[in-house]
C-alpha cells in the first residue's frame, strides 16, 4: 500500500477542487491517488464548475480499492458544507484533512502527501505555514527546509513567511548549520546525489566584505564548519548575481537568507514550474508551488500544472 498518494482538499475557499479535477483528468491511469477532504464540498464545488469526474467516498482508509474514480476519503463536518465556508470552519477542517494524512504517512500507509493550497491566515503566530506546522508535528523544529524544487535547480529560504526587519536576526551560525545539513542529507537521500550547494550573503554585495558584516561574522564561519563535514557548499554569493547562468547551470540548489531573495528570481526564470518539498519530515510532503487564487474561484482558470508535478515527483520517488 505503501505506493498510495494522498492530496489534502487544502483550502475550500479556492481553485483547488478545480485544480484537483483537473489533474485527476489528465492522471486518471494512476489509480494510487486519493483525497483527503470532504466529500460533499469537493462535489459541489465540481458540479458548480461543470467539472464532471466520478468521485466515490470511502469513510476510512481501510475501504481504499483501486477503481476508475478518485476517492474521497471523507473527513466529517459539523457545519453545513457549501461552495464556500466561513474562515473559522475552514481552519477546523484543514487541520483535520492535515491530521489524517500525517497519521496515514507516519504508519507508512501512504508513499506520502501532497497538500493543496493553504490560506495562511489559518495559522496564528505560533506557526508561519504548512512547512513550520509539519515540523512541530515531526518534532524537527528549526531542522526543516521548504525547497521549492524543478529538474534545473532548487532554491532553499533559510527563513520563511517574515518581516524582512526581523531576517538579521534569525540568521544565526546554528540556524545555516542544522538547516543545511537538513538539506543535503535529505536531498542525497531523495535524489541519490550530493547536492552542490551555493549560498548567498544578505546584504548588497555582502556588504562590500566589511569585517563587522553578518557575511563575515555569521555566514562564512558556518560555510567553514559544513565544509569540514564534506558538504560541497560555496559562497557566500552577492545576489544580484546568484542567477546568472553560470551559476544556475554549476550548483543544484542556490540557499537564500529570506523567502523573496530567492523566490523572487526562481519564479521570474521557471513561472510555476516547480513544487514546494519539505526536507527534514519522517515522510514526504510536497504541495504546489502557487497558492489559493481566490481571485479567479469558479471562472474555471485554474492551472494543475503544479500539482501534476508534484504527482509525478511522488511517484517517480523510490521508497
Not at 523573496?260 to 516547480?274: I, N, R
Not at 482558470?301 to 500539482?307: D, R, T
Request: include cysteine; glycine fraction near 4%; proline fraction near 4%.
Amino acid at each position: 500500500m505503501n505506493q498510495l498518494i494522498a492530496i489534502i482538499a487544502g483550502e475550500p475557499n479556492s481553485i483547488n477542487s478545480e485544480i484537483i479535477a483537473k489533474a485527476w483528468k489528465k492522471k486518471k491511469k494512476l489509480k494510487n491517488i486519493f483525497v483527503i477532504g470532504n466529500y460533499s464540498i469537493l462535489n459541489k464545488q465540481m458540479l458548480k464548475l461543470g467539472i464532471k469526474i466520478p468521485l466515490a467516498k470511502i469513510n476510512s482508509f481501510q475501504e481504499f480499492k483501486k477503481i476508475d474514480k478518485l476517492l474521497v476519503l471523507d473527513v466529517p463536518l459539523k457545519f453545513k458544507s457549501e461552495f464556500r465556508i466561513n474562515p473559522s470552519d475552514a481552519k477546523i477542517y484543514i487541520f483535520k484533512c492535515f491530521d489524517v494524512a500525517h497519521n496515514l504517512a507516519l504508519k507508512k500507509k501512504i508513499k506520502g502527501f501532497i497538500n493543496a493550497p493553504i490560506d495562511k491566515k489559518i495559522f496564528n503566530e505560533k506557526y508561519l505555514g504548512v512547512t513550520e506546522y509539519l515540523s512541530e508535528k515531526n518534532m524537527c523544529k528549526n531542522k526543516e527546509v521548504m525547497m521549492i524544487h524543478n529538474k534545473k535547480l532548487s532554491v532553499v529560504p533559510l527563513t520563511t513567511h517574515i518581516d524582512i526587519k526581523n531576517v538579521a536576526n534569525k540568521i544565526t551560525f546554528n540556524l545555516i548549520k542544522s538547516k543545511i545539513i537538513t538539506l543535503n542529507k535529505f536531498y542525497l537521500k531523495i535524489f541519490n546525489k550530493k547536492p552542490k550547494i551555493a549560498i548567498l550573503g544578505l546584504n548588497p554585495h555582502n556588504s562590500e566584505n566589511r569585517d563587522n558584516s553578518i557575511e563575515n561574522k555569521i555566514i562564512k564561519p558556518a560555510l567553514m564548519k559544513l565544509k569540514k563535514i564534506k558538504i560541497d557548499i560555496k559562497g557566500p554569493f552577492p545576489a544580484d548575481t546568484a542567477f546568472n547562468r553560470k551559476k544556475t547551470n554549476t550548483y543544484d540548489v542556490i540557499v537564500g537568507m529570506y523567502h523573496d531573495q530567492v523566490l523572487a528570481p526562481f519564479k521570474a526564470l521557471y513561472g510555476y514550474d516547480a513544487i514546494n518539498i519539505t526536507l527534514g519530515l519522517k515522510y514526504l510532503r510536497l504541495s504546489p508551488d502557487h497558492g489559493t487564487a481566490q481571485d479567479i474561484i469558479g471562472l474555471n482558470k485554474g492551472s494543475p500544472e503544479s500539482l501534476e508535478s508534484a504527482i509525478n515527483f511522488l511517484n517517480r520517488i523510490n521508497d
